[in-house]
């Protein structure tokens, strides 16, 4: 167990919609990333935010958008969901930028 | 690169003998590098990690090495076990930045 925990584990939406996945990091760590893992594109980064501020971006679509909040969880929201966003999202989550990130189990999101 | 296609590289070994998982990095401004071991359906889980200013870096049955001179780096197992079989991945973090990019993963089946 990493200690970074991601809810839903299991998600089933249909295209157009839109969902929220949550990520609550390791104890004391300021850093959560996002990644994106499906089959034909591997590990994805997407963002990252360090103590509430987006501090880095990858290739997060503008469908796509995250945040931390104060208590330090983070959200990511897809939203006019497609088929091709059915993925595995992955948050991970550092002590800050520059460390060991660690990852959590991942929300599994069908899109149908 | 961030990319892993549908036919991931695959290295067979029989049970107990060493194995060695290779990784062609892209910057040569990398200056922290990670190996990550994924199960089917969970999330990466940390093994071993290794900064620039070295060549080499032992664990529990793991070693990294580190080539800087033709960006590569290893992953040797002892004594391979069956429960090692799994995707291993190794990411690069370029000095200065804040973003991990995974390479193409290597599956790992350990045969009885």
């Known amino acids: 167990d990493s200690g970074v925990t991601q809810t839903p584990k299991h998600l089933i939406t249909a295209t157009g919609q839109r969902v929220t996945l949550r990520c609550s990091p390791r104890s004391g760590d300021l850093s959560v990333y996002w990644y994106q893992q499906s089959l034909d594109q591997g590990l994805q980064f997407l963002i990252q935010y360090y103590n509430g501020e987006e501090r880095a971006k990858g290739n997060i679509l503008e469908r796509f958008s995250a945040q931390q909040f104060p208590d330090l969880h983070s959200e990511l929201n897809l939203s006019s969901l497609e088929l091709g966003d059915s993925a595995l999202y992955f948050c991970?989550?550092?002590?800050?930028?520059?460390?060991?990130?660690?990852f959590g189990e991942g929300s599994w999101l069908t899109v149908v | 690169g961030e990319n892993v296609g549908l036919h991931l590289p695959t290295l067979s070994v029989q049970e107990g003998d060493n194995s060695i998982i290779n990784c062609a990095y892209s910057n040569s401004a990398s200056d922290y590098f990670i190996w990550y071991k994924q199960e089917s359906g969970k999330g990466p889980q940390f093994i071993i990690d290794i900064r620039s200013n070295m060549d080499k870096r032992q664990g529990q049955r793991v070693t990294v090495l580190l080539n800087k001179t033709v960006k590569h780096l290893s992953l040797q197992i002892a004594a391979t076990q069956p429960g090692d079989s799994a995707v291993y991945f190794c990411?690069?973090?370029?000095?200065?930045?804040?973003?991990?990019?995974f390479g193409t993963g290597t599956r790992l089946k350990v045969l009885a």
């Open positions: 990411a690069e973090k370029a000095s200065g930045t804040y973003k991990y990019i």
């Open positions: 991970a989550s550092s002590v800050e930028g520059g460390n060991t990130i660690y």
